[in-house]
């Protein structure tokens, strides 16, 4: 399976997509806008501030979790991608060595490289309230009501035992919610993801210690970008 048609993206447009604006509400990121031009995945800017995400989510939070975590995963598949001489899209990458055990440590790099840049693109500042239009009227059909979808992801992000992440899914034209584990990526088993929040503890634990329902809540209904959200939908 081609990942990259789920998104309709090449490396480059993965990268404009990452990356959102530079600037928001004319303060510029504290982050670089890329990695070194030779890597075959260079990081996406984050796309707002380091503090536009406070109070839900602080700029000591993002410092580690973007600024440490998000770059090791992409400074790891881009040494790994030279390492093991790949070829093609971020995508392709995970879809090529997803369940293989002799390229765990790839497919996790990749996998979280694109797991943590679709979750920065999730979250804007002011976001939040529920979503309008095509998207509204999915999440209508699939859970019966908004309410009823928010109750599920917090239960279902509360529920995910240890590290890993809770997403709306789109498959056959219905959304979903899925729970993975660890560095696991729906796009490897035929979904598309619409919205995803972290549950990995260097998510929130800075901010919520070990309240994740907390952090979930907040990040819900305080910062998800529900704009981005639909444009991912088929």
Not at 5 to 22: I, Q, S, T
């Amino acid at each position: 399976m081609d990942t990259n048609e789920n998104l309709g993206m090449n490396r480059r447009d993965f990268v404009k997509f990452a990356a959102g604006a530079a600037v928001v509400a004319g303060v510029a990121t504290a982050f670089p806008t890329a990695a070194m031009a030779a890597d075959p995945f260079p990081m996406p800017a984050l796309p707002y501030a380091d503090n536009a995400l406070e109070p839900v989510i602080s700029a000591r939070t993002i410092s580690f979790h973007y600024g440490k975590h998000t770059a090791a995963y992409y400074k790891a598949i881009n040494t790994l991608y030279a390492e093991k001489k790949l070829s093609g899209t971020l995508e392709g990458v995970i879809a090529a060595t997803h369940g293989k055990d002799d390229m765990a440590a790839v497919y996790n790099n990749a996998a979280q490289s694109w797991n943590h840049t679709f979750y920065w693109n999730c979250l804007k500042p002011g976001g939040g309230g529920e979503p309008k239009g095509k998207l509204a009227d999915a999440i209508q059909a699939a859970f019966g009501s908004f309410p009823a979808f928010g109750e599920k992801l917090v239960a279902d992000g509360l529920g995910q035992f240890g590290s890993g992440w809770v997403w709306l899914v789109q498959k056959d034209g219905k959304l979903s919610i899925m729970k993975t584990p660890n560095a696991v990526c729906p796009l490897a088993t035929g979904f598309k993801p619409v919205f995803v929040l972290d549950v990995w503890e260097h998510a929130y634990y800075l901010d919520y210690q070990n309240l994740r329902k907390d952090y979930l809540m907040a990040a819900l209904g305080k910062l998800a970008n529900w704009d981005f959200a639909a444009k991912q939908l088929g």
